[in-house]
C-alpha cells in the first residue's frame, strides 16, 4: 500500500528539527526510515508532518574516547558495522549489527531510529542495555540525557516526549582483552529474533570471571539485562558447569508469549543460548579478547 | 496550495546516468517515482513494507529498498536501476549474462532486485564465497528458484572475476 498524504520538511541542523517540531501536530521524524516507512505504507501510522533527520550532518558519526563511544542518532547502521575502530574497542557491535536486517535496511537504518522504534528484539536496544547506555534527546530549549534503564516505559514506548529528538547514545567500552558474544535464534537469517542474547566477560588474573554483563531481547517489552546472573558469576571458575548454571538462571523469569511462540520454547532457547555465549565469551577472554 | 493538491515538490536526480528534473508528490516512493513518474518499470514492487526485496535499487552506490524511501529523499542523489546494467546496445552485462546461463530465474520479479543487490555485493566482496553470498541474498525473496540457480550464477561470476585478476 501507499502512504496516506502528507507534508514532507526537510531539515539541515538540529535546531530546525526541534523549532519545527515544536510548531506542528500529528508529526513524525523520519530517520532511516526501515521500521516508520513501513508502517505508514501499511497505514498502521497516518502524519501530517513527516521531519526528514538525514540531511542534519550533526546528527551522524563515532566518536570513540577511553570509556566510551558516542553514536549519533543519524549513524547509519552500516557504518557501525564496517568501523574497524570501532570493532577493535567493542567487537560485539559488529557481531550484533549482523543480525539487523539485511544488507539494504542497515544502509538506510540508523542507531537512534532503533532506539526510538524500540522492537522488542531489537539488537541495538540489547546494546544499549549491556553496555549502560546513555540516551540524549533534544527540545527546541534544552536537552536531557535518559539512562537505559528509565529509558523503557512499555512496549514500543521509549521514554521521548513527542516534541523531542533523540540526538546521540553513548555506550560503555570495556577493558582491550574482554571476550563477547552476540547470537540469537530466528525462523529466518534477518528475521526478528526469537530470543538473542549478549554477553561480556572479563577474566582475572588468576583466571576467574571479574565481571560479567548478559542481556537478553526478544523475551519482553524491551531488553532484559540480567544482573542476578552477573552477580552469581563474579568471582567463579569459568567451567561448562558453571555457565548451564547461568543458562538455568536466565531462563528463571516471566517471558512474552505470541501466537507463534510459547514463554517455555522461549525459556528453553534462554538457558541453551546464554550457555553457549558464555562459552564463546570465555574463550575469546583466554584468546585475549580484542587485543 | 489548493486542499486538494496533495504536497508535492520538484527533485533533481540523476538515474542511469540521466538528469532528471520532475514534481513528485511528497509521499511517493522512490520505486514508484521510478515507475510512474520516469517510466523505469524494471523496478518492481511487491510487498510495499521492505521484506521481499524486489525493489532494490542503488542510491549513491549503495542497495537500498525503493518502497522504504521516499523520492523526496533521492534529491540530488544518483540512482542505478537495472535498466542501467545492460550496455546501451541492450548487451546483456556479465551478471545478467550468468543469470541467463544459469537459469537464475523463472518468473522474473524478484530478479532486478536481486541483481542490484549482487551488483554491489560481489563489487565489494570479489572474494565471497556460497555461504556468503547466500547471506548477501537473505534480503532478497525468490518464489520460484529455490535460490540454487542464483547462487550459482553469481558464484560463476565470483569465478570469472578472480579468473580476470590472475590473467
Known sequence: ?291 | MPEHHPPGREISLRVNGRAYTATVEDRFSLADFLRQNLGLTGTHLGCEHGVCGACTVLVDGHAVRGCLMLAVQAEGSEVLTVEGLADTDGNLNPLQQAFMDHHGLQCGFCTPGILMTLTVYLRDHPDCDETDLREALSGNICRCTGYETIVQAALSVVRAQRNEVSE
Not at chain 1, 188 to 202: E, K, N, P, Q, Y
Open chain 1, 1 to 291: 500500500m501507499k502512504p496516506a498524504p502528507f507534508q514532507y520538511h526537510r531539515v539541515t541542523d538540529l535546531s530546525e528539527a526541534t523549532a519545527l517540531l515544536a510548531g506542528l501536530e500529528n508529526v513524525r521524524l523520519l530517520s532511516g526510515g526501515q521500521s516508520l516507512m513501513p508502517m505508514m505504507n501499511l497505514r498502521y501510522v497516518a502524519v501530517d508532518h513527516l521531519i526528514d533527520l538525514n540531511p542534519v550532518a550533526e546528527l551522524s558519526g563515532i566518536e570513540i574516547e577511553d570509556t566510551q563511544v558516542r553514536m549519533g542518532a543519524m549513524t547509519r547502521q552500516r557504518t557501525v558495522l564496517d568501523s574497524d575502530a570501532l570493532a577493535a574497542r567493542a567487537p560485539i557491535f559488529r557481531e550484533a549489527l549482523a543480525f539487523v536486517g539485511h544488507i539494504q535496511t542497515r544502509n538506510r537504518g540508523t542507531i537512534g531510529g532503533s532506539l526510538a522504534h524500540m522492537d522488542p528484539a531489537a539488537e541495538l536496544m540489547g546494546l544499549a542495555a549491556l553496555l549502560n547506555a546513555r540516551i540524549t534527546v533534544a527540545r527546541h530549549d534544552a536537552e536531557r540525557d535518559v539512562a537505559i534503564a528509565d529509558y523503557v516505559r512499555g512496549y514500543m514506548t521509549p521514554d521521548i516526549e513527542p516534541d523531542e529528538v533523540l540526538a546521540s547514545v553513548m555506550f560503555d567500552l570495556w577493558p582491550a582483552g574482554h571476550g563477547w558474544d552476540f547470537r540469537e535464534f530466528a525462523q529466518r537469517h534477518g528475521d526478528f529474533a526469537i530470543v538473542g542474547v549478549g554477553t561480556l566477560l572479563d577474566l582475572a588474573d588468576d583466571g576467574r570471571v571479574a565481571r560479567a554483563a548478559l542481556v537478553l531481547i526478544g523475551v519482553d517489552e524491551g531488553p532484559v539485562r540480567l544482573f542476578d546472573v552477573e552477580t552469581m558469576l563474579a568471582g567463579e571458575k569459568p567451567t561448562e558447569a558453571l555457565f548451564r548454571a547461568a543458562g538455568d538462571m536466565a531462563a528463571k523469569r516471566d517471558m512474552s508469549e505470541d501466537a507463534l511462540v510459547s514463554a517455555d520454547y522461549r525459556k528453553h532457547l534462554t538457558s541453551v543460548l546464554v550457555e553457549r555465549s558464555l562459552a564463546q565469551s570465555c574463550r575469546r577472554a583466554k584468546e585475549g579478547g580484542n587485543a
